[in-house]
């Protein structure tokens, strides 16, 4: 009788010695499964801007990025942004993920937030990673940055970068 380990490879008994090929075909298969892990990236070049003091997307529209979640329910994600403002208030990028099966499972917020407060012309390239865990593998996870300032002005964005991978 086949056995399973806490990661859902299966193992014969010692007395399932008959035919032991199709257990190393199966081993094989689940290892596969296990090691198969995504990752994407999109970056953004355009100058884009924003003047809400909500969070928003920038002009331009919607900057995502989708990964499809591996069996350990782990992803990684990173977010980088060249941003200035045009007085000398915050400019302020964060993100909300969304995984096709489990709705949203990170929204924007200004504590794990991206924030310069520089004036005219100064830009400044942040950048952050988090882990997010508890996923429901195989979904697709979307991740979507979103913008906004403190204070009446403008914010811009020369440079936007979204990287996604999968973790064991």
Known sequence: MTQLTPKGIRFPES???TRL???FQNLATDVDGLITIGSAEAEDTASRTTT????T???GGAFSCSVTVPPSGKVMVAIRST???SGSLNTITSWRAVGSTSGTVYTENDTAALIWSG???TNLSLS??????GLVPGETL???TKHRVNSASTATFDYRQIVLWGLP
């Open 52 to 55: 809400s003091t909500t969070y």
């Open 119 to 121: 004036s005219g012309s």
């Open 15 to 17: 007395t399932d010695h």
């Open 21 to 23: 090929w199709e257990h």
């Open 57 to 59: 997307d920038a002009t």
């Open 83 to 85: 941003q200035r403002n």
């Open 142 to 144: 979307t991740v979507t």
């Open 128 to 133: 952050l990673v988090k882990r997010l865990s």
